[in-house]
């Protein structure tokens, strides 16, 4: 399985992607976490792309794009689900020139929710599960329910970063779902739903 999930920041691409990884066994890919994981290592690719991710700015769009789809090879050879990549039409390019796609997941949802989503937010960094304080609190304030560890805001998951982050997607990631709808890939799911029946639709997709 070689997939994609697009979608505006908060409309449950992460979500939808650990429950994919879980019933296909495929690795999930998040190019915000491989890319976090290099700001947190201190490498100097890593200080380098800081500066853009904390105003949800794309950066250097070919050193990335070469960061994520290395990542790529060395890790997921038989599949796997994209989760924030391609962001850009250079990327969806890039990507193609390496693998074929099965599917691109495009999850819709509007402004007001995305920002609503997005400043509730609560992260778990080690099994990548995500949580609401109000729509899905875990069961102990700020331990993640699934493996116990602790649950972290992540630092541009703020109002004035969230708009920034919105405007870049209008710009730079919609054309990303013309470009997979010209291929026949672009399967459009309606993302202000129960994760539930969002995840149902996803499944019946790619059966
Ligand atoms: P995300 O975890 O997908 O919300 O991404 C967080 C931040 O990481 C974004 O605001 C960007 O600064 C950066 N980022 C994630 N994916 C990409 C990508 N495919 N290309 C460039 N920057 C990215």
Redesign the pocket.
Known sequence: MKITLIGP?GSGKGTQAVRLKEKYAVPHI????V?RSEVAGGTDFGKQIKQ??DK????P?EL?TKV?LNYLKENCKSGFIFD????TVY?GEELGKIETLHAAIFITVSEDEIIKRITGRRSCNECKNIFHVVYNPPQKEGICDNCGAELVQRS?DNEKTVIN?IRVYNEETKPVIEFYEKQGLLHKINGERNPDDIFKDITAVLS
């Open positions: 920041p998040s190019s915000g976490d890319l853009y991710m949800g700015e794309i950066g769009v990335i994520i924030g990549f391609p962001r990327q541009d982050r």
